[in-house]
């Protein structure tokens, strides 16, 4: 590597690396991860997941069946959480704007960010077209609630620095991989799920391309990295807290085991910083040191929470059942 970092004036940035330069150091990384990813990934068609026996007119413009909720055969937990899903994913022009915007659509990066933005354009119509098909959810909320969630667009937390970018997108793929996969699981619907494993695999392989990212930016500037991921890690939400109604969701998700402290502590957090080895890096100086005892302290108050949301979800579960066999 040829490309040196310049002395920082900052006090808090004792390797200096400034965004422009750790995105020419980076280039290269991005280039094979491309070519690998390109490797890789199989071409599949959203279309040939979707029922399209199953569908029929609506009311309105061709004066079908208006939608009712004794027409969806999925589950409570899946409805909620598939148009969680479908939300976020629909914002991706706001997605494509800022990853853009922080790496270029120049050279290696830009190949990537076209091809990732394809890819994720796929997840949003093979959703939308099963749902509509199978009549899973309300379409007239489900509209109106995509015009407020996109109008309000989605601005990155990390747009202030790439290797916080890059931490973030490592997370929140693996983030998004896993609330599709158990979103699958729990929706009631063989064909659902195969859809939802289709896309969950997508996601992986975003996950793994910038997981690369950042193991080659730990090695190359290792104490603003960990700085990054200690910040990303501590800070984590997910892209679609802007969706109306999010909290609400976010607690059905959580208790019907979708996604919550627990997955996100065991299934995201951990695997990332296991496969980096991220709390073992050693040859940090004081910053870096600073970041990494930093995270392990949260890692494990979060492992605390997750185990108080887990006594919190099996006392609600257990009511729940009572409730039932009562009635
Ligand atoms: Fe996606
Ligand atoms: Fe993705």
Same mark, same amino acid.
């Given at each position: ?14 390797? &200096? ?6 995105? =020419? @150091?980076?280039?290269? #990384?991005?280039?094979? %991860? $491309?070519? +690998? ?86 997840? &949003? ?6 749902? =509509? @098909?199978?009549?899973? #959810?309300?379409?007239? %909320? $489900?509209? +109106? ?183």
């Amino acid at each position: 590597m040829t490309i040196a970092p310049v002395q920082s004036s900052s006090p808090l940035v004792a390797s &200096g690396w400034t965004d422009a330069r750790l995105i =020419l @150091a980076l280039e290269e #990384v991005v280039e094979k %991860e $491309l070519n +690998r990813h390109l490797g890789v990934a199989k071409e599949w068609m959203p279309h040939e997941f979707v029922p399209w026996s199953q569908g029929r007119d609506f009311d309105g413009v061709l004066g079908g069946e208006a939608w009712s909720l004794e027409h969806s055969k999925v589950t409570p937990v899946g409805r909620v959480s598939l148009v969680v899903n479908l939300l976020t994913e629909d914002n991706l022009p706001s997605y494509h704007h800022e990853i853009a915007t922080m790496f270029g659509r120049e050279g290696a990066w830009g190949t990537w960010v076209h091809r990732w933005t394809a890819e994720e354009g796929r997840h &949003g119509i093979a959703i939308r077209d099963y749902l =509509l @098909a199978t009549r899973a #959810v309300d379409p007239v %909320e $489900l509209e +109106r609630a995509r015009m407020s969630h996109m109008s309000e667009g989605f601005e990155s937390d990390n747009a202030h620095s790439m290797l916080h970018s890059v931490a973030y997108v490592a997370f929140q793929e693996l983030a998004t991989r896993i609330a599709h996969r158990n979103t699958g699981r729990y929706a009631g619907d063989p064909l659902c799920e195969q859809l939802l494993a289709k896309i969950a695999n997508d996601e992986n392989l975003h996950m793994v391309f910038y997981r690369n990212l950042l193991k080659a930016a730990l090695e190359i500037a290792p104490d603003q990295a960990m700085r990054a991921v200690a910040d990303v890690v501590t800070d984590f939400r997910m892209p679609g807290h802007g969706i109306p109604g999010f909290e609400r969701a976010a607690a059905q998700i959580a208790l019907g085991g979708v996604y919550n402290l627990r997955i996100h502590h065991d299934d995201v957090l951990q695997p990332v910083l296991r496969h980096l080895k991220v709390m073992e890096i050693g040859g940090l100086g004081p910053e870096g040191l600073l970041a990494q005892n930093e995270l392990g302290v949260f890692l494990d108050g979060l492992d605390g929470q997750a185990r108080k949301f887990e006594e919190r979800q099996a006392a609600l579960l257990a009511r729940r059942e009572a409730r039932r066999n009562a009635g």
